[in-house]
């Protein structure tokens, strides 16, 4: 993660710091928890300046040992259907020189979406004009996919009446109008692999 990334998505720290410029290669090695990941390693303990370790699952070794410096809120990343799932951060600029499979870039603008996409593949392709850019979507539109796939399909049926009621008295065009006026969250997603099974100290 960059530094700036969860000031960007407006996670709330629980205690402790961000990641900024000086957690580099060559420093401290150090991550940031979400509160499931604190409840669930360190449940009676405060996790800042607690020491963890990801295991591979691949035989690929195991990372580095780690210090906790920040907790943040948690971020249902993986899924609205997916809450109290443990997640790890760490800090990109220590991952210099390594192979980094896949990587995100968030941005926070007021303009459109379409109006910025453009300008995103230009700033991104001038680091390196064979990094692909793929997967641009707002927001809004990544929420509704994991809303769609968290609903159940008696979930549908269960609300189906309610939005036939909301589309005939045209609130639902009303709110579709609201949502459009709002900012807009720009993602260029590249997929992370998961993370493995933490090892805490």
Not at 25 to 54: C, F, H, M, N
Not at 68 to 85: E, P
Request: net charge positive; proline share 7%.
């Amino acid at each position: 993660m960059a530094p700036e990334y969860f000031k960007v998505l407006q996670a709330s720290l629980v205690r402790g710091r961000y990641f900024t410029e000086d957690d580099d290669t060559g420093k401290l090695q150090v991550a940031i928890v979400d509160e499931s990941t604190a409840r669930t390693y360190w449940p009676d303990r405060d996790p800042i300046g607690r020491r963890l370790s990801i295991r591979s699952t691949r035989g690929a070794g195991n990372s580095p040992w780690c210090t906790v410096v920040g907790v943040i809120k948690d971020i249902n990343a993986d899924g609205l259907d997916q809450s109290g799932a443990p997640h790890i951060y760490r800090p990109i600029y220590q991952f210099r020189g390594s192979r980094v499979l896949s990587l995100s870039v968030t941005v926070r603008t007021s303009l459109s979406a379409t109006s910025l996409e453009p300008q995103i593949r230009r700033e991104i392709q001038a680091v390196d004009p064979n990094l692909p850019v793929f997967d641009v979507r707002t927001m809004n539109e990544v929420i509704e996919v994991l809303w769609l796939r968290a609903a159940s399909p008696r979930s549908w049926w269960e609300y189906l009446p309610w939005w036939h009621f909301l589309a005939s008295v045209g609130i639902y065009g009303l709110l579709a109008y609201m949502v459009g006026q709002r900012s807009h969250e720009i993602g260029c997603v590249w997929r992370w692999e998961p993370c493995p099974r933490p090892l805490g100290k």
